[in-house]
């Protein structure tokens, strides 16, 4: 690779589309970012215009480039969004509705009859997931159902369908790729995780034919060729991960029980446990962490949904903080012995608790409650939630004779607390690492394309790249941790609707 060579690395989030360039040995050389509509068609409905994502996308990936100096690129890595569902028409490449996304409660009732039905059981044993609309499969079957002449032109092999990496690949390649990544298709409900192929049986479930699907690779693999018309030259597409699973990569957890939590919007938490497949007994995901080489690695995961979101209600409905970053100021100066508890259940519980129809409550206010103690208690709900996850982490890894995990990486706009990172490690009880590098997903789809263009030889380079910034260890002892975790899950057991 030429010293001028780069990495051009698409980031399709939820609420916006980045292209980052990077470096032969992973340094940030430019970025360009485009926030886009959210659309909210119905209470409970989110959908974005695929039109629209494709366009951000080649005008960021340009922008980022002229900002790099328009240096050649060796390659092309896509992270995105998951779940999130495109239906397009394969003569003209146009969607026949908006791409349905992963927030999206359209069809929970589905999901609910389904369960009744007793499918629950096959999806977590052949996709490791459970029977939720946050999934892709009972989207595209509510597209199929409800765009008119969707299953007749899907049967005839007229139509497409695939998450946000497979939309853009289609249209980078100008319709000559029709292809997904394993880490994506793990999240659709309709990839058999342990055979890595589209399930039949659950298919039939809801009669999409095969051939809607794109063929699904490696996370390192050639993908397509990006056509000349886009970036000026011939660019191939060699990484591809969903988001979550490009920041496990950028934070280098290849070992099993290395554990990644991403704090954004919401709070996303992987941990490596290998080659086996280990269902969870306690709520969480099986899903694939990366494939590489044809060989599975195995994640268990834990969604919360309301993360970095929560300090934006605190500072966009409560008004108690003008910034994000002034959360950290108020929490230290909240009173360390208050009971307020909040529970940010403003949609529901994700996991292990899965409930839908739970909602938010502040709990243990007395007269001399401050806004600071409330404060305190939006950014504690996150550690506490954490500690919900690693308990169950802990739980299943135990039940599948590994090792609970001995550090957790962190990373996501809430990394940025201090005051956070020392609750959480005081909550866990177990170190918390927050690396130099916090674009750890761009990097992660990076350091995929970086392994198949040659760059780096194994993920090993990719390990010996990973730096600490800084290192939190538990101060606050076990009991009075213990004491606190014990007011959050009494809270939380007043708001369950089950
Ligand atoms: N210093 C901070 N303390 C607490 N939360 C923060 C801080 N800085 C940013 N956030 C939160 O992080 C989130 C943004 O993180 P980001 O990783 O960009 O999220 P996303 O990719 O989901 O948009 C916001 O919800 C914001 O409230
Ligand atoms: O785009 P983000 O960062 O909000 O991530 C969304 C997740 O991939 C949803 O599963």
């Given at each position: 690779m030429a010293a001028d060579h780069v990495i051009l690395s698409i980031d399709q989030g939820t609420t916006s589309s980045r292209a980052l360039v990077f470096g032969k040995t992973g340094e940030q050389l430019a970025v360009a970012q485009r926030e886009f509509r959210q659309i909210y068609p119905e209470d409970g409905w989110v959908e974005h215009d695929a039109a629209e994502i494709w366009r951000d996308t080649v005008e960021v990936c340009r922008e980022a480039?002229?900002?790099?100096g328009s240096p050649s690129i060796a390659g092309i890595g896509i992270t995105n969004q998951r779940e999130t569902i495109v239906l397009w028409e394969r003569a003209s490449g146009k969607p026949l509705h908006h791409a349905i996304v992963w927030q999206d409660r359209r069809t929970a009732g589905l999901c609910e009859t389904l369960r009744a039905e007793g499918k629950e059981a096959v999806v977590q044993e052949k996709t490791g997931l459970l029977l939720d609309p946050y999934f892709s499969g009972t989207k595209l079957a509510w597209l199929l159902d409800n765009v008119e002449g969707a299953r007749e032109r899907a049967a005839k092999?007229?139509?497409?369908?695939?998450?946000?990496?497979?939309?853009?690949?289609?249209?980078l390649t100008g319709g000559k790729a029709h292809v997904t990544d394993a880490t994506n298709?793990?999240?659709?409900?309709?990839?058999?995780?342990?055979?890595?192929?589209?399930?039949?049986e659950i298919l039939g479930w809801f009669d999409i034919p095969r051939a809607l699907l794109p063929e699904v690779k490696d996370c390192c693999a050639r993908f397509g060729v990006a056509g000349k018309e886009v970036l000026g030259a011939e660019v191939p597409i060699l990484g591809v991960a969903g988001d979550q699973q490009a920041a496990f990569i950028g934070q280098a957890c290849f070992e099993p029980g290395m554990m990644?939590?991403?704090?954004?919007?919401?709070?996303?938490a992987l941990v490596n446990t290998g080659t086996e497949f280990v269902a969870s007994q306690n709520r969480l995901l099986t899903t694939v962490g990366y494939r590489l080489g044809g060989e599975t690695h195995y994640a268990l995961e834990g969604s919360i949904f309301m993360a970095g979101a929560t300090i934006q209600w605190l500072r966009d409905e409560m008004k108690l903080i003008k910034s994000a970053a002034d959360s950290e100021k108020l929490?230290?100066?909240?009173?360390?012995?208050?009971?307020?508890i909040l529970v940010p259940a403003f949609t529901g519980l994700g996991a292990p608790y899965w409930d839908p129809h739970a909602?938010?409550?502040?709990?243990g206010m007395t007269r001399d409650t401050h806004a600071a103690d409330i404060v305190r208690a939006g950014v504690e709900s996150v550690s506490f939630q954490t500690r919900d996850l690693m308990e169950a982490m802990g739980a299943d890894m135990k039940g599948a004779g590994l090792s609970r995990p001995n550090a957790l990486r962190v990373d996501g706009g809430m990394a940025a607390n201090n005051w956070?990172?020392?609750?959480?490690?005081d909550m866990i009880g177990c170190p918390v690492e927050r690396p130099e590098v916090i674009e750890t997903t761009a990097l992660g789809a990076a350091y995929l394309a970086g392994l198949e263009a040659g760059l780096f030889q194994s993920p090993a380079d990719i390990s010996a790249k990973w730096r600490c910034d800084r290192h939190f260890d538990p101060a606050l002892a076990g009991a009075d941790a213990d004491r606190r975790y014990g007011r959050w899950k009494e809270?939380?057991?007043?708001i369950l609707s089950r």
């Open positions: 480039l002229k900002k790099a092999g007229e139509l497409a369908a695939g998450t946000i990496d497979s939309w853009l690949i289609w249209n298709a793990s999240r659709t409900l309709l990839f058999n995780i342990r055979t890595q192929d589209w399930d039949d990644k939590s991403t704090y954004g919007t919401g709070c996303f929490a230290a100066e909240a009173d360390p012995d208050g009971h307020v909602r938010g409550a502040i709990l956070f990172l020392q609750n959480l490690t809270a939380v057991g007043r």
